[in-house]
């Protein structure tokens, strides 16, 4: 009886130790797991065991279903920035003073999960806040993300996590070097520098070449008289119904036009243009008088016809305009 009551005696202190000793931290013992493998994966068991309550720590947890049979796209997209937003940010807090584990739950894994919390459709992010604690709040619901508008970058997760964890740090995206980017815009510049060098002989007279300049100039100037710009701000139909089953070219009123009479009008401005410049510079130097006085009658029959036909579009346009020219009215 002594040796048993001894023996008693003895435990006592042990026991009260053992019963003193402090449970494990959950938290402490989830962000362990998360330095080395972030987000953590998840199945029914662990889910519960992260999100159940008391918890004096947050938890985002991905329900998702990578799986191609479930033809999730939308999961398949958002999974890599979802990892790097969770490796990014365990990275950044490795003391875990955010108080936050990130996790996914794949629907292979955690099929009672998604059946308990009515899930039909995937992804689903999920916020769950503290229930004790300084970070505790009222509301023991989780936080449900909006995918509505697509996939989502890690920055915008991040800067939704951050609203809700406004006392806490928020480490940064750190996303990794785009290697295969760098390369080929550094190939493509030197590729470019040496096409300019070898080219640069052979291009620098057309560059030069004052007729090259006064080509782009004239058509440009054609585009833009005839209305171009106009048709590009406006959204102009090309063509329209003229009402008796026929098709419309000039649409009536200077605030008004067709794709098609811009080119019909261009097209006059261009060889207007071309007879008078022909006129003025191609035929004084034609020596043969008799084809010199040809060229100045046929040159001179260009303009004055496309003139009428000028004409007869502005009276188009506008029906009080009171000028015209033969053949057109």
């Known amino acids: 009886m002594h040796f048993l009551k001894g023996l008693l005696l003895s435990l006592l202190p042990a026991a009260a130790f053992a019963a003193k000793k402090p449970a494990v931290d959950k938290f402490q013992q989830f962000h362990a797991k998360a330095l080395s493998s972030a987000p953590l994966k998840l199945d029914d068991a662990v889910y519960t065991q992260l999100t159940s309550a008391p918890r004096d720590y947050s938890v985002a947890v991905l329900l998702t279903a990578l799986e191609s049979r479930f033809g999730c796209v939308l999961c398949r997209e958002f999974q890599p920035e979802w990892d790097l937003l969770s490796r990014s940010w365990t990275k950044g807090d490795k003391q875990g003073d955010s108080r936050l584990v990130f996790g996914t739950l794949d629907f292979t894994d955690g099929k ?20 004790i604690g300084p970070h505790a709040v009222t509301e023991t619901g989780p936080i449900r993300y909006d ?9 915008q997760v991040r800067s939704w996590i951050g609203r809700y964890l406004t006392d806490r740090p928020h ?18 510049i030197l590729g470019t520098i040496s096409f300019l060098s070898v080219a640069w002989p052979y291009a620098l007279p057309i560059i030069q070449n004052r007729n090259v300049w006064a080509a782009i100039s004239l058509i440009s100037i054609l585009l833009f008289t005839s209305g171009h710009m106009f048709n590009h701000i406006r959204k ?4 329209a119904g003229d009402g008796r089953g026929g098709v419309s070219y000039f649409a009536g009123g200077f605030s008004n036009q067709y794709g098609l009479e811009t080119q019909i009008v261009a097209a006059m401005y261009g060889l207007l243009s071309f007879a008078t410049i022909s006129l003025a510079l191609k035929v004084p130097r034609i020596k043969d008088p008799k084809t010199q006085q040809v060229a100045v009658l046929i040159w001179g029959g260009v303009i004055f016809v496309m003139y009428s036909f000028l004409l007869s579009v502005f009276r188009i346009k506008n029906g009080g305009y009171p000028f015209w020219l033969p053949p057109f009215s």
């Open 112 to 131: 009672n999960t998604f059946q308990s919390l009515g899930l039909q459709t995937a992804p689903v992010l999920l916020l769950f806040q503290p229930t």
């Open 171 to 188: 480490p940064q995206v750190q996303r990794p070097i785009n290697w295969t980017y760098g390369i080929a815009v550094t190939t493509t």
């Open 236 to 239: 102009v139909p090309y063509v």
């Open 147 to 155: 995918f509505t508008n697509g996939p989502q970058s890690a920055e």
